[in-house]
């Protein structure tokens, strides 16, 4: 007895929500995903049904007004902590915060759109694109093997003593490597990525600056893009221009909407209004799918845009200015196919 002795003086002196129970003593009845049986009985303090089937109210739920309670708050929340605002720089793939893509409408680059479908582009997805998979199509049969391609630089015969830890060389005909042409299948068909429009006018040096303003609002007007002026990197005697000293050109980056509504004008308007216009030269690429042409300056004034508002342009500052197509393809068969699909014309010897 003199054991047991200290153990119930010790439960008398703790108070009453502190000393254990009777219940505990006795195996848990609660029913567990785990142990989950149809012989055992539910304890009666769990809820038989869950909280998720609770019905709330209708008058409760009619008097909740989320905008009517920020509106009735006398003081905003703050903005740092519930409102995000997009980070202003890419600091790298290492740091935590990254602005996120120009899709994403939390961007600060973000551009709602497009709101209609541009005519070019809608042939180019119904049409083109499937009539260029189905002409560059190859079919090889199941086990087939392609053979190994050759070496794309030659080595040294070591004939000569010279010859020995020398580099490779490159390909006969040039030191120049073009790039690999893949195979075009479903996910790789050539299509046109952007469109630069440059106009160089020599004038702005020797005049005035008249005719920089002239060129940039017509471009600008023909391409729907703010345009950028740049200075020239070189000097020409004859004109009297310095390199850095002025600005001679003016660019545009059309992209998107703008680049389709750009391609469909040119091809459906202004071209088809050239007068004795044979096309575009076949040998006006750079080996990588892109193709570059010009205007004169009595072509650049059969935009809609310019021929609508001729008497705003003096006629003797409009400018000529050069296109370059840039094109997904990587060799210039392939980009001069996509542009011949939408309407370009094409003549001379097609150099690839």
């Keep these: 007895m003199a054991v047991h002795e200290p153990s119930r003086s010790l439960a008398r002196a703790l108070s009453r929500p502190l000393a254990p129970s009777a219940r505990s003593q006795q195996p848990s009845l609660r029913r567990y995903a785990s142990g989950n049986t149809s012989g055992k009985t539910l304890d009666p303090e769990v809820e038989s049904n869950t909280s998720l089937a609770a019905s709330v109210p209708e008058d409760v739920v ?49 551009v709602p759109g497009p709101f209609s479908l541009p005519r070019a582009q809608q042939t180019y997805e119904s049409t083109i694109s499937s009539d260029i998979l189905t002409l ?45 042409r893949k195979p075009i299948g479903f996910n790789n068909i050539p299509e046109v990525e952007r469109v630069t429009i440059h106009s160089y006018i020599k004038e702005a040096a020797t005049e005035n600056s008249g005719w920089l303003h002239v060129a940039g609002m017509a471009v600008q007007a023909i391409s729907n893009v703010r345009v950028q002026t740049f200075k020239s990197k070189s000097s ?3 004109w009297g221009i310095a390199p850095g000293r002025d600005t001679v050109a003016v ?10 509504h750009f391609l469909g004008k040119l091809i459906d308007v202004v071209m088809p209004r050239i007068k004795e216009w044979k096309g575009v030269k076949g040998s006006s690429g750079d080996s990588s799918g892109n193709i570059t042409f010009g205007l004169e300056p009595e072509n650049v004034a059969l935009f809609p845009e310019i ?16 296109i370059t197509i840039h094109t ?13 699909a939408m309407g370009i014309p094409f003549y001379g010897k097609l150099v690839n």
């Design 307 to 322: 021929e609508v508002n001729y008497d705003m342009y003096p006629a003797k500052m409009i400018p000529g200015c050069h």
């Design 136 to 180: 560059c199509y190859v079919h090889n049969p199941p086990g087939f093997k392609p053979p190994p391609p050759a070496a794309r630089l030659r080595s040294w015969d070591e004939s000569s003593p010279y010859h020995k830890n020398r580099p490779l060389r490159g390909p006969r005909g040039g030191d120049v490597l073009r790039l690999l």
């Design 62 to 110: 009619k008097s909740f007004d989320p905008i009517a309670r920020a509106k009735s708050r006398k003081t905003q929340l703050p903005k740092s902590r519930y409102q995000y605002r997009s980070p202003k720089y890419d600091r790298g793939p290492l740091h935590p915060h990254r602005p996120p893509p120009p899709s994403d409408p939390s961007s600060r680059l973000f």
């Design 251 to 260: 660019k545009a980056e059309l992209k998107g909407e703008n680049m389709y």
């Design 328 to 340: 997904s393809a990587t060799t210039d068969k392939d980009a001069r196919l996509l542009l011949s």
């Design 236 to 238: 020409v005697a004859p």
